[in-house]
């Protein structure tokens, strides 16, 4: 399995929205819906809460990094498979995994390392395009 760049960025803008809406309105509906003020202190300092939001924040910091390379080579018709594909399993895996094993751990880890892996990959691919000839998908 493997993505092209324009995938990725689908798949990691796609997954950034859904992770955006679903932590806002799982907070906010559960602030509107609680009566009960101390429930509602609770949740917002549940676990589940808190790695929720911070898992999407760095979801978002890494957005762009992950995004703007890949349409760029898209647009640009430079293959970059393998740098799309380990950003998609690295972005979207790091958020989930973030959420239920929490921070620092060793599958978060794992996760955020696929994810440089494809940053370091589109890095390298953008240098290789700047300077000369594209090598990650050769």
Known sequence: MSFTALQGATLIFCHDVANKLLTTVGVRVYQWLGTDKEKVARFEKSELAQQAQKAQLNS???SAF??????????AGVKVDRAATL??????GYYWVRIFFGYPALPTAIMASIRYG?????????VDMAFGKSKSDK
């Not at 494809?118 to 953008?126: A, E, F, N, Q």
């Open 60 to 62: 978002a910091e890494y």
């Open 66 to 75: 992950l995004i703007t390379p890949l349409l760029f080579f898209h647009l």
């Open 87 to 92: 950003s998609v399993i690295g972005q979207v």
């Open 118 to 126: 494809g940053l370091i990959l589109l890095c390298s691919d953008m």
